[in-house]
C-alpha cells in the first residue's frame, strides 16, 4: 500500500521505464490526470519539433526591455534563461516587455 510522502522524501529514480508515470494537471479539465514517460518524451519531442526560434527586433544593451516579434512566443529566452508570460515578460500586440533587460542575446521561440 502507498504510503503519502513528500517529493523529496521518494526514492530518486535514474532511468525511468517507458510505462513510468507521471501526474499532470489538465488544465482543460481541471483534474489531475496521469502519462507516462513514453508519452511525455513523444509530447515533448512534437513540441519542440514545430518550434521556431526568432531574435526580436529591438537593441539589446542591458538597458532596453522592449522588442517586437513576429509571431506570439510561446516563451523567450533572455540571456540563457527561459521565460513565459507574465513571468518574465508581458506582450501586447507583437511587441514584448521584458521584466530583465538582456545584456548578452535574446530568442523567442514561435
Known amino acids: 500500500m502507498a504510503t503519502n510522502k513528500k517529493i523529496n522524501e521518494l526514492n530518486a529514480l535514474a532511468t525511468p521505464d517507458g510505462d513510468d508515470v507521471f501526474p ?19 509530447a515533448i519531442a512534437t513540441f519542440i519539433g514545430s ?5 526580436p527586433t ?5 538597458s532596453n526591455t522592449t522588442f517586437s516579434v513576429t ?14 508570460e507574465n513571468n518574465g515578460y508581458t506582450i501586447v500586440g507583437l511587441t514584448i516587455t521584458t521584466s530583465v533587460p538582456p545584456s548578452g542575446f535574446i530568442k523567442a521561440a514561435i
Open 24 to 42: 499532470i494537471y489538465d488544465i482543460t479539465a481541471t483534474e489531475t490526470k496521469k502519462i507516462t514517460f513514453t508519452n511525455l518524451r513523444l
Open 51 to 55: 518550434l521556431t526560434f526568432e531574435t
Open 58 to 62: 529591438g537593441t539589446v544593451d542591458g
Open 71 to 84: 509571431a506570439t512566443p510561446q516563451f523567450v529566452i533572455v540571456d540563457g534563461i527561459s521565460y513565459f
